[in-house]
């Protein structure tokens, strides 16, 4: 960052706190560089991790358009370090009133393809910009006007395309063709090009009305009002009722106890949490000392236990508020144990020959340790990269599709290739069930591991292997970073990876199919050596950690 930019920031953070700091160090880890240094700077100007997080939440919306958002939502993680306390924030879009069961459908009860995907029928109503208000609100100590600033200068004066950035618009030039503003946005004659300055006029006066007015003109005033116009005139189902209605929920996270180890992750509407405590009982009833890492036999068991817990997922899994998900079961140690002896005894789960994974840039985490050991692990998304490819008229933001996270058609696989049941059907104000994954590992009561990925449904294996590197082969976030990682998720039965040894692979390939993929993409931030790390996973170009001493 600049010396511009520093003084910039600072002036438009101005509180006067200026906190002596604790023990710890602070780190910040984004998947932008620029939303990285807006949320150092407010670590450095006396800000908690709250504020950091609600400033660079509105930072990605702008300099990371493919999954920052204000027309999507998510879940965040808080560690309050005073109250020795772990809340978990539930933002995560839900179904407008008027959704039904077969919206998706045509006559003769097939899925209508891209429906759930690029139309205004594919969003749910929002709630990232009521998500942040609401942490801000709750613990956050900046004057929230100070935090949403950056984002607008960023809008306002544009930010300089990276090749990778630029490359991706290009990319996705024809989910842009799609009639509405986001045209003129992301679209430019001849490509974007490295080194361009992007621009977003529309989205930087947004913006400003929300720091001006609050989250209310979004969910009620003049914001409310473009994006329920252009949705009635385009089909869609988002109404003023529906903005007006949405709430956003604090709950408790989900925790278990892995050996020495807390964790503790996100709840229902996530799956992500339930699948990770899960995997990680299943497989403490194996001594991992003898399984080397990333061996045929470590692989073939982190497989099944994969599969298992995702053919629960598929099963139970969906808006405890409309199903009642046997979630204490999943997690108990005893169902983990009934398993893994399945497992020994070698039982597989019936699987069946696999169709395509979407391959996306869908979805984005952060992880945030402030100078007193609050944490912020935050995942936030438009569903798949750019959500629905629709920009509300004349706001700039656009809009998610997350309403293909809903088993659409019960056993008909999603844009990841996902089975749902009746768990997860459509249904008026639910939310469709998720895999994101804000995960904080903490040893002695102390933070221990930070993480989160992007990903769909590889998230939460994602997230696995990354606790078990560091935990059970001690690596420290840039080795486990280099491993290749893989993806098993029962249906389809496919294994992913990200680029086996030739043996393995030979190996692998007489039980089931093998397609090589990224899988993940991790900002972490964990203790090594009695401080705080960050890494941003090498898989994304322009990822940035901040670490401040
Ligand atoms: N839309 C991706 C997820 O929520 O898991």
Not at 30 to 58: C, P, Y
Not at 125 to 149: D, Q, R, W, Y
Not at 313 to 326: H, I, M, T
């Amino acid at each position: 960052m600049n010396f511009c930019w520093k003084i910039i920031l600072a002036l438009l953070i101005f509180s006067s706190c200026s906190k002596d700091p604790k023990s710890n160090n602070a780190v910040v880890v984004t998947r932008h560089h620029l939303a990285t240094d807006i949320g150092a700077e407010i670590l450095k100007n006396g800000g908690n991790a709250i504020d950091s997080a609600v400033a660079v939440a509105f930072a990605l919306a702008v300099v990371n358009p493919s999954a920052g958002n204000l027309g999507g939502g998510g879940f965040m993680l808080y560690y309050d370090a005073d109250d020795e306390k772990t809340f978990a924030l539930d933002y995560r879009e839900r179904a407008p009133q008027n959704a039904t069961e077969k919206m998706f459908l045509n006559k003769e009860g097939d899925v209508i393809e891209g429906l759930s995907l690029n139309s205004y029928l594919a969003s749910g109503v929002p709630g990232t910009v009521k998500g942040m208000f609401k942490a801000h609100n709750l613990f956050g100590s900046i004057p929230i006007e100070n935090l949403i600033a950056p984002a607008i200068k960023i809008a306002k004066d544009g930010f300089t395309l990276s090749n990778f950035q630029a490359t991706n618009f290009n990319k996705y030039k024809k989910k842009f063709l799609n009639g509405s503003d986001s045209e003129s946005i992301f679209i430019k004659e001849g490509g974007f090009k490295e080194g361009d300055i992007f621009i977003q006029a529309d989205l930087a006066k947004s913006l400003e009305l929300i720091q001006s007015r609050g989250q209310k003109v979004f969910y009620e005033g003049k914001l409310a009002d473009k994006i329920v116009e252009d949705f009635s005139q385009n089909g869609g189902l988002i109404s003023s009722e529906d903005l007006l209605n949405y709430k956003v929920y604090l709950k408790d996270p989900i925790c278990g106890i892995y050996k020495e180890y807390d964790v503790c992750s996100m709840p229902l509407p996530s799956s992500g949490g339930i699948a990770i405590i899960q995997m990680l009982n299943i497989i403490e009833n194996f001594d991992l000392k003898n399984y080397s890492h990333n061996s045929l036999e470590y692989i073939e068991l982190l497989i099944k236990i994969m599969s298992f817990a995702y053919a629960d997922r598929s099963k139970y899994l969906g808006d405890q508020e409309f199903f009642d998900a046997p979630v204490e079961n999943l997690i108990s140690k005893k169902y983990a144990e009934k398993i893994s002896k399945k497992i020994k005894s070698s039982e597989e789960l019936k699987v069946e020959p696999g169709i395509y994974f979407y391959e996306g840039d869908q979805t984005t985490h952060f992880s945030i340790i402030d100078y007193e050991g609050n944490v912020v692990s935050n995942t936030y998304t438009l569903n798949t990269a750019y959500g629905s490819g629709i920009v509300a008229k004349g706001t700039g933001i656009l809009m998610n599709n997350e309403m293909d996270d809903f088993s659409i058609k019960p056993g008909t696989p999603n844009v990841y290739g996902l089975i749902g049941s009746e768990a997860n059907k459509i249904e008026s104000k639910k939310s469709p069930l998720s895999s994101m994954s804000p995960t904080i590992v903490f040893k002695d009561s102390k933070p221990f591991l930070i993480t989160g990925s992007q990903g769909g449904s590889m998230i939460i294996n994602t997230v696995f292997q990354e606790i078990l590197n560091t935990i059970e082969f001690n690596m420290e976030l840039s080795e486990s970073n280099e491993k290749s990682r893989i993806h098993y998720q029962w249906k389809p039965s496919v294994l992913f990876h990200e680029g086996l040894n030739k043996s393995l692979i030979d190996e692998l390939s007489k039980n089931m199919k093998l397609m090589e993929r990224k899988i993940g993409e991790t900002q972490s931030i964990s203790l090594e050596n009695g401080k705080y790390q960050g890494w941003s996973d090498y898989r994304r170009p322009d990822g940035k950690k901040i670490e401040l001493h």
